[in-house]
């Protein structure tokens, strides 16, 4: 069955740029989408559609896109950030699907 | 202000049915680009889709839940119902329900709802 494959867990100091990653086999032709979830709470949507950011999400998370593989960038982390961070997308049926899930450690 | 608001049991015995309702203010389950999607999140694991249906009543189910889940929608109450029969201790996880676009963009989330499946 179709996968988006993550990193368990990426670290990095205050201040310096976390690149998390997700690859899968569909990429190339279904966007990527990244979630950020902090304990206890809710997903929430902070990129859309491979390199689009929401309204409200801070311009230090950045996306982008090389052929099966999606990275979620966030240049220069801040303590806040972190979470656990999913991507999604879907299969080539159309069927969505989560990423394992990718622990960022900012310390 | 978009919102969604998951309701159901906490609690469930082992081979019951869960039933879980989302409600949903701000936005219309008649509108076509919308949808709503029911994912869910055992304790300290990833997320997992589990089903959406749209305006027209196009249904998707995940692969390997196909069988147990039905979801359903009720446009005049704002509201979509999704069954799991046969529930299991496996089963205990944090439901969601969130809305999805026709473009598969998940953009909204409840605030989910934990259910124990536990005798």
């Known amino acids: 069955s179709y996968e988006l494959t993550q990193p368990p867990s990426v670290s990095v100091s205050p201040g310096q740029t976390a690149r998390i990653t997700c690859s899968g086999d569909?990429?190339?032709?279904?966007?990527p989408y990244w979630y950020q979830q902090k304990s206890g709470q809710a997903p929430v949507l902070v990129i859309y559609?491979?390199?689009k950011r929401p309204s409200g999400i801070p311009e230090r998370f950045s996306g982008s896109s090389s052929g099966t593989m999606a990275t979620l960038t966030i240049s220069g982390a801040q303590v806040e950030d972190e979470a656990d961070y999913y991507c999604?997308?879907?299969?080539?049926?159309?069927?969505?699907?989560f990423g394992g899930g990718t622990k960022l450690t900012v310390l | 202000q978009v919102t969604l608001k998951e309701s159901g049991p906490v609690l469930v015995k082992p081979t019951e049915t869960l039933t879980l309702t989302c409600t949903v203010s701000?936005?219309?389950?008649?509108?076509?680009?919308?949808?709503v999607s029911w994912i869910r999140q055992p304790p300290g694991k990833a997320l997992e889709w589990l089903a959406h249906?749209?305006?027209?009543?196009?249904?998707s189910y995940s692969t390997s839940l196909k069988s147990r889940l039905t979801i359903s929608k009720d446009t005049s109450k704002s509201q979509v119902v999704l069954t799991m029969t046969n529930m299991d201790p496996v089963d205990t996880a944090t439901y969601y329900c969130?809305?999805?676009?026709?473009?598969?963009?998940?953009?909204?989330w409840g605030q989910g709802t934990l259910v124990t499946v536990s005798s």
């Open positions: 969130a809305r999805i676009r026709v473009t598969a963009m998940i953009d909204y």
């Open positions: 701000g936005f219309s389950l008649s509108n076509a680009r919308m949808g």
């Open positions: 249906i749209f305006s027209n009543d196009e249904k």
């Open positions: 569909a990429l190339p032709k279904k966007y």
């Open positions: 559609e491979d390199s």
């Open positions: 999604y997308s879907t299969d080539s049926s159309g069927n969505p699907l």
